[in-house]
């Protein structure tokens, strides 16, 4: 009866361990919320000399870690306005809407400093599109997504982030129906922030 007993009793006490381990796991969700600095390349292949204002936008990105290492990020915002200029001088403005998915690799061993880079792609629609008569743009940029960044943990589950993107965002620009070339935006969108694992 008495090895019937310890028997259940190491049991119990293995399962309990076992649990333990499992809550002292962290969350696989990690969301930040990051002031990110807009960087236009502004590249033009028109002729008209095509820019839009560099700007700080707002930012939240919600990542989910398959394994330690292994993690998917979506970013998102809001709608971002943006006055559209030739040569310099304003002619018009639009919006654009850029939700990015990116696969992250995180390197750890580091302690609290927790690096990664990443890969994935943008999708970019414009709205609110408002130019001379006659000049139109593709509503529909797909493009590449590439990441570097790191967490730095100033206490249980709570860090601090710097991110750093380059994004592919682009559309072909037409007067009367005729292209007249390509208009690069393709950013580099420099990010600092604070995360929260849950």
Do not use: C
């Amino acid at each position: 009866m008495k090895a019937k007993y310890s028997l259940l009793a190491l049991v119990a006490a293995a399962s309990f361990a076992s649990l333990g381990a499992q809550a002292a796991e962290p969350s696989p969700w990690l969301v930040r919320v990051r002031a990110v600095n807009l960087d236009s390349a502004n590249k033009d292949s028109t002729g008209l000399d095509l820019s839009v204002n560099d700007k700080v936008i707002p930012e939240v990105d919600v990542s989910y870690f398959f394994t330690p290492n292994l993690a998917a990020e979506l970013i998102l915002t809001y709608p971002q306005k943006h006055d559209v200029r030739a040569g310099g001088t304003e002619i018009g403005s639009l919006k654009h809407l850029p939700p990015t998915l990116t696969v992250q690799y995180h390197f750890d061993g580091m302690g609290a400093f927790k690096p990664y880079v990443g890969a994935g792609l943008n999708y970019t629609r414009f709205s609110n599109v408002d130019l001379p008569a006659g000049v139109t743009i593709d509503k529909d940029s797909f493009g590449l997504a590439l990441q570097v960044g790191a967490d730095y943990e100033i206490s249980k589950n709570v860090y601090l982030n710097l991110d750093v993107k380059k994004v592919q965002i682009r559309t072909d620009v037409k007067a009367g129906g005729a292209k007249l070339g390509t208009f690069k935006v393709d950013p580099l969108l420099v990010g600092v922030g604070v995360g929260f694992r849950f």
